[in-house]
């Protein structure tokens, strides 16, 4: 059993912090939350990130661990004893998790942040095309990956599941914003079940933002400034 | 059961290097195919079809892409010869943090380098200086970026080495005595056969890229 206090700098609006919250709690890891208050950042994070500056931090035992996805794997190994494994047994599967980890970050919520901010009939459809291709791309990879089992990671949550699970509060925000739905059952029918039963889960529920309370922080966040 | 690795890769790629390189010092037998980049084959379009790049690693039919998930996964798949991660969670996690950065900002401004002009290129040229410091002042005082020995972050970096000449050239810089401690680091590398046989030479680079920028008509 991992010993030392264990602390996460984070924020309850980001996706990124999302995911070590759900990985501690699926392994029943007791930690402080520091919250960061919007719009500046504290001596702690500046000491704990100098690189980046970014949250979320995971202090344990005082040593700083960055990046969310690197952070959710160093739970894993850490409290391996501790609940199910958070990434698959076999090093092929391992490998296609951060695979679809790494392009969901760098593409997928790419095209959902471009959503909002696409400008015109042309613009609008050509990031909706974008969107729908990862979509179905997802889809695909949660039938390959889960095997027929409710979660990405097989009967459990795991990496892969918090990676694209954290974004679905602000999924939901964009899609009221746009007034289009961005997860259509029609068109990716697995990753909507996926998706409610993520958001259902013990683990999960106490940390995602309600779509209410986060559509208010957009607002105010994205907000033009007044002249 | 007779194993059966190939890589698709291209020969200047300091991604492809990584994975070379880790295959080599795992000693595990593979088949190279150099991919025209400009031409792509269609066993990388099947074996990439979400981003078509290489290096695409086929061990035993499946395809696995993005060159340092490769790693980890020789790492897992070849446990015995000369580990690429440390065994601490905590190591590791450095380690993969260490590697990010070289992922996000090393191309970004490399490649910014030779492909820009006047303002724009001489950011690049002093965002590369930068990040070349913070990766030196990371390494401070050891042999290798993995303490003791050669590993991952040293195999993440060390293929951006045989670029260095474009960097210097087209952006007015001069890596070695701004970063002398890591210029040693990669000097020191290159003894290891690994290294040695998948860098290619600095100046190959350079005139491969000399006709790059000619057919962009950036000179």
């Known amino acids: 059993m991992a010993s030392g206090e264990v602390k996460l700098i984070g924020a309850w609006a980001s996706p990124f912090v999302m995911r070590p919250r759900v990985a501690l709690n699926l ?3 007791p930690y402080e939350f520091l919250q960061e208050t919007f719009g500046s950042k504290s001596e702690l994070l500046l000491k704990s990130n100098p690189v980046h500056k970014k ?9 700083p661990v960055c990046e969310s996805n690197i952070i959710v794997e160093y739970i894993d190994e850490t409290w391996s004893s501790s609940g199910p494994s958070l990434l698959p047994s076999l090093p092929y599967d391992r490998a296609m998790a951060r695979f679809w980890a790494a392009y969901i970050d760098e593409k997928w919520f790419v095209a959902l942040r471009n959503f909002l901010k696409a400008e015109g009939e042309e613009e609008k459809k050509a990031v909706i095309a974008e969107f729908e291709e990862g979509n179905a791309l997802l889809e695909k990879a949660f039938i390959d990956c889960s095997k027929g089992k409710p979660f990405f990671n097989g009967d459990h949550i795991g990496y892969l599941d918090i990676s694209l699970g954290s974004f679905l509060a602000w999924l939901r925000v964009t899609e009221l914003a746009a007034s289009y739905k961005l997860l259509d059952e029609a068109k990716t029918p697995s990753l909507c079940k996926w998706a409610d039963h993520f958001c259902n889960d013990p683990a999960v529920k106490p940390v995602m933002p309600e779509t209410a309370k986060l559509a208010e922080f957009a607002k105010k966040i994205f907000a033009k400034p007044q002249a | ?3 059966e690795v190939i890589l698709l890769d291209f020969w200047a790629s300091m991604y492809g290097m990584r994975t070379r390189i880790a295959l080599a010092e795992k000693r595990v037998k593979y088949h190279y195919r150099e991919e025209d980049l400009w031409n792509k084959s269609s066993l990388l379009l099947q074996m990439n079809p979400v981003h078509k790049k290489i290096p695409v690693l086929i061990h035993n039919g499946k395809p696995l892409c993005e060159s340092l998930f490769q790693l980890e996964y020789i790492d897992e798949t070849w446990p015995e010869e000369n580990p690429l991660l440390p065994s601490d969670p905590y190591k590791r996690a450095r380690a993969k943090f260490w590697a990010d950065i070289i ?6 401004a490399g490649r910014r380098i030779w492909t ?7 950011e690049a040229s002093k965002e590369l200086i930068e990040i070349l410091k913070t990766l030196e002042s990371e390494l401070g ?3 290798y970026f993995g303490e003791e020995t050669f590993g991952y972050v040293d195999i993440a970096l060390i293929g951006f080495y045989s670029w260095f000449g474009v960097y210097d050239k087209y952006g007015n810089i001069n890596i070695e005595s701004e970063c002398p401690k890591l210029i040693a680091w990669a000097k020191r590398c290159l003894q290891r056969e690994s290294v040695a046989k998948a860098l290619p030479e600095s100046e190959k680079i350079t005139t491969f890229i000399s006709e790059r920028r000619k ?4 000179e």
């Open chain 2, 103 to 108: 992922d996000k900002k090393v191309n970004v």
């Open chain 2, 116 to 122: 820009t002009k006047g303002e724009e290129k001489e």
């Open chain 1, 27 to 29: 392994k029943s890891v």
């Open chain 2, 215 to 218: 057919k962009l008509e950036l």
């Open chain 1, 55 to 63: 949250i979320p931090v995971l202090l344990h035992a005082d040593k």
């Open chain 2, 141 to 143: 005082d050891k042999d």
């Open chain 2, 1 to 3: 059961m007779t194993e």
